[in-house]
């Protein structure tokens, strides 16, 4: 069975500051997409960022980055730049690649606070 | 277009009546998930249907719980008897039919879920 783990249930940063979410997960497959998720007030799930366990390259998406170490299993996320609207629920999520998987398993989420 | 939908947003309910929650997913997706966020916790499985085929129920915690999809499109998760560690957010989710190939994955597009309260 698959685990993801986020091991900081609250963090908060300054705007215009840098922070770094973490997420580590148990698998003993070798083909699997991991995500980060949003979730702000409003309850709708956005995917921020994906990765593909099968590429080296961290995954991008504007002021979003990935540390994807395989090896170690650990898949932190870096908001670059913080902005009062990234304050939200950040969840962890993994899952096996291939036509016969459906199932997202998800870590128990990172509260992240932006202050002015 | 339009992206996933969920009725009612918010339900309020006594111990032991029974409700019911209904998702739309995106137009032309075949395949959909319910997921259940309790307090403090990540989301949990509890069902994925894909098209005509029987779905995988594997993850609905009693048999107090229970889903159909009519016509392969809307869903509804029917709670019986409901109790109050039934209180949570459900969240429902749509896809495009999973892709073959062993490193294929089709986006799970979420809707703003149901929060129910059961006093």
């Known amino acids: 069975a698959q685990t993801v783990t986020q091991s900081q249930p609250e963090m908060s940063v300054q705007e215009a500051e840098t922070v770094t979410l973490s997420c580590t997960y148990d698998?003993?497959?070798?083909?699997?997409?991991l995500f980060w998720y949003k979730q702000p007030p409003s309850r709708q799930m956005i995917l921020v960022i994906r990765?593909?366990?099968?590429?080296?390259q961290n995954a991008t998406e504007n002021r979003f980055s990935v540390n994807f170490q395989k090896a170690a299993k650990s898949f932190s996320l870096k908001i670059s730049d913080s902005q009062l609207g990234d304050t939200a629920m950040y969840f962890c999520?993994?899952?096996?690649?291939?036509?016969?998987?459906?199932?997202?398993?998800f870590g128990k989420g990172t509260k992240l606070s932006v202050i002015p | 277009g339009a992206g996933v939908s969920q009725s009612p947003s918010n339900k309020v309910t006594e111990k032991g009546k029974d409700v019911e929650l209904r998702c739309d997913p995106i137009?032309?997706?075949?395949?959909l998930y319910w997921y259940r966020q309790s307090l403090g916790q990540g989301l949990e499985f509890l069902i994925y249907?894909?098209?005509?085929?029987?779905?995988?129920k594997s993850g609905l915690p009693s048999d107090r719980f229970s889903a159909e999809r009519t016509g392969g499109s809307v869903s509804t998760l029917t709670i019986q008897r409901t109790q109050q560690e039934d209180s949570a957010v459900y969240l429902c989710?749509?896809?495009?039919?999973?892709?073959?190939?062993?490193?294929?994955?089709?986006?799970?597009?979420f809707g703003p879920g149901t929060r129910l309260t059961v006093l």
């Open positions: 137009s032309g997706h075949t395949a």
């Open positions: 989710a749509s896809s495009l039919r999973l892709a073959g190939g062993p490193r294929s994955y089709n986006e799970q597009f």
């Open positions: 698998t003993s497959e070798n083909n699997y997409y």
């Open positions: 249907f894909q098209g005509n085929s029987a779905p995988d």
């Open positions: 999520a993994f899952i096996i690649s291939g036509a016969g998987s459906y199932q997202l398993t």
């Open positions: 990765q593909e366990a099968y590429k080296q």
